[in-house]
């Protein structure tokens, strides 16, 4: 019955494009997208999502009675679930503003349970102004910069080094001269922050005040500089362990500088990111206990930071090569800790990434191979020294990706 639904979804959504291109008014829907199948082999086993498909780093090695390495062993996979569907809306003037809206959608499911599944992207309404613009619905998180997005092949787009989410939010945006101001109101939805409940999108919406975000923008002759402010609060619990109600929070903060040059034969990208509880953004961090009254049983929270910086180098069209490399490195805690921990890699000290790629781009084809060397530095959180990660062994994953891609 789901397949029947889901393939009822897309004949329909599909129906309604070709319908709107075949009109003769200005006005309708324009269907896009592509095909594409990804063929992966890791040197061993990989924290990642959908199979493997969207990789973040190695797994930590885990020992068997003859203390050989469980997670040593490789793996081999080949998916086409990142094929997507894009219509691109155009409409009539409505308060003075021109107005369109993007509705995508891909094979990725919400979890590795949904995987075929189709799942929601992107859905909004932009409305634009002579110098202003407005978006209301889905999109990319504003610290996802998609003015210099790295030109990767794997999915994960420099995850865990590049922020990644897309959440519904209302963002406005304000251009003088070669700047662009932007203030945007987030909430959560596929991408969640982690808590005592698992991952959630509860603890900010309990919070009563969406993720809050400030940025200001350079750009000229495509070069691109530009500085980025975000604060975000949750709510972990609602009652404690001892049956005491609590709005006991947590608020963290986030900045990213990045930068954009584009010469004439090469394009250079970077960006670095500073923040507490980055976790939903698909980085390294979170937040952990820092005390408990031993009375009522009400949690104070302190935040998990790291740091995070990358950079991406390509040149060429039709045969591309590019180099992506990044950092990440926890930075621990303000305050010791004396309870749980929750976030994401809150016992890794560093994470190292360098990708070398080639595309063969062909009129609506391109055959792309890109080889990831990523390491991560396990090791145990010192709890009484604010979080620190101590005693590291680091393990690392080679992967070998090829994908086909076919756009129409």
């Not at 397949?3 to 329909?12: H, P, Q, R, T, V």
């Not at 309604?16 to 003769?24: D, F, L, N, P, R």
Request: hydrophobic share 40%.
């Amino acid at each position: 019955m789901k397949k029947y639904f889901i393939a009822s979804i897309i004949l329909f959504f599909t129906s309604i494009c070709i319908h709107a291109q075949s009109e003769k008014s200005d006005f309708g829907i324009t269907v896009s997208g592509f095909l594409k199948t990804d063929i992966m082999y890791d040197s061993r086993q990989t924290i990642s999502l959908r199979e493997g498909h969207f990789l973040l780093y190695p797994s930590p090695e885990l020992f068997d009675i003859n203390k050989s390495d469980i997670n040593a062993k490789p793996n081999l996979n080949t998916l086409s679930i990142q094929s997507r569907l894009t219509g691109k809306i155009t409409g009539p003037d409505a308060f003075g503003a021109k107005t369109s809206g993007q509705l995508e959608g891909e094979f990725f499911g919400t979890a590795d349970g949904d995987i075929n599944g189709f799942r929601l992207r992107h859905a909004f309404l932009k409305m634009d102004w002579d110098n202003a613009s407005l978006l209301v619905g889905q999109t990319w998180h504003p610290l996802f910069i998609t003015e210099l997005v790295p030109g990767t092949v794997s999915f994960n787009t420099g995850a865990p080094f590049n922020p990644f989410s897309r959440n519904p939010q209302v963002r406005f945006s304000v251009l003088y001269d070669n700047f662009k101001f932007m203030a945007a109101a987030v909430s959560q939805r596929d991408f969640q922050s982690n808590g005592p409940a698992g991952l959630s999108s509860s603890y900010l919406r309990n919070s009563v005040l969406p993720n809050l975000h400030a940025q200001i923008q350079y750009a000229s002759g495509g070069n691109i500089a530009g500085f980025a402010f975000d604060y975000k609060k949750i709510t972990p619990r609602l009652v404690t362990a001892k049956n005491v109600s609590t709005d006991a929070a947590i608020s963290s903060f986030g900045t990213s500088v990045f930068f954009k040059l584009n010469l004439a034969s090469v394009t250079f990208k970077t960006q670095g990111v500073y923040g507490g509880n980055l976790a939903d953004l698909m980085m390294l961090g979170g937040y952990a206990i820092k005390s408990v009254d031993t009375v009522s049983g009400v949690e104070d929270y302190t935040e998990l930071k790291s740091f995070s910086v990358w950079c991406d180098i390509s040149t060429g069209k039709e045969i591309e090569l590019g180099l992506f490399g990044g950092y990440s490195k926890s930075l621990g805690a303000s305050d010791n800790i004396v309870g749980s921990s929750y976030g994401r890699g809150t016992n890794i000290e560093n994470i190292f990434r360098v990708s070398p790629r080639i595309q063969f781009n062909s009129g609506k084809t391109k055959i792309s191979t890109e080889l990831e060397y990523t390491s991560a530095g396990y090791g145990t959180a010192d709890n009484a020294d604010k979080a620190k990660i101590k005693n590291i062994t680091t393990v690392v994953n080679i992967r070998l990706l090829v994908a086909c891609y076919y756009f129409f």
